[in-house]
């Protein structure tokens, strides 16, 4: 199957501080992207829709303004946790899918944010 | 999209086959049923999708009933590598789909 990478796969950061997480569809061109969270033990939560050149769409109770989405590309997509508190320490997943709309959306490997 | 309805947790013995149900009551017509699991501290990987027939891969199989209102994932030759969450999903296939994450079901693989 198709190959979506995350970067970091993990990160700490300061409380306060901005953090981004890059989201890369290796082998195809993505038109839209998924970003989700997912606290332990907890199922994944989605957050927003991210559409190359266009604005992301939110799910109802996520904060756009904390949680900046940019697809700027048709292979990259990227969340940026601004003003991070321990709260915001989470597993974050993303995924896309191929321009084709009968295609299957492939997930990336994650990655952990640890907010200290 | 439509809400299922899986068991917590699961144990199956390794060798055996895995049958994981899920309910599905008021899918609608366009809406296929999806297949995904996880392993701890990885992202979700694609198993299996159906819209009304029974379909098999080299991962597994979907029974889908007639009335398209359960169906039952098959993992034919369990294998501790198996053990994950397992979430059925029912979604339509077309434009910008959303794929929401239920609870899901705990697969354990006993050797």
């Known amino acids: ?116 | 999209d439509a809400k299922t309805t899986q068991p917590t947790s699961m144990d199956c013995a390794e060798g055996r086959a895995a049958n994981l149900p899920c309910n599905h009551s008021t899918i609608s017509g366009n809406e296929y049923v999806y297949w995904y699991r996880q392993i701890h501290s990885q992202g979700p990987q694609y198993i299996i999708h159906g819209l009304k027939n029974n379909e098999t891969n080299e991962m597994a199989s979907l029974i889908i009933t007639e009335d398209r209102k359960s169906s039952t994932l098959i993992l034919p030759h369990a294998t501790l590598r198996d053990t994950a969450v397992y979430y059925c999903i029912v979604r339509v296939n077309t434009g910008g789909f959303k794929t929401i994450f239920g609870a899901g079901t705990r697969l354990f693989v006993k050797a």
Not at chain 1, 18 to 33: G, N, P
Not at chain 1, 71 to 94: G, K, W
Not at chain 1, 106 to 115: A, E, M, S
């Open chain 1, 1 to 116: 199957g198709a190959v979506v990478s995350q970067h970091p796969s993990w990160v700490i950061c300061k409380s306060g501080t901005s953090v981004k997480i890059e989201c890369r569809s290796l082998d195809f061109q993505a038109t839209t992207m998924f970003w989700y969270r997912q606290f332990p033990k907890q199922s994944l939560m989605l957050m927003a829709t991210s559409n190359e050149g266009s604005k992301a769409t939110y799910e109802q109770g996520v904060e756009k303004d904390k949680f900046l989405i940019n697809h700027a590309s048709l292979t990259l997509s990227t969340l940026t946790v601004t003003s991070a508190h321990p709260e915001d320490s989470s597993f974050y997943i993303c995924s896309a899918r191929l321009l084709r709309q009968d295609t299957e959306a492939f997930f990336g490997q994650g990655t952990r944010l640890t907010v200290v």
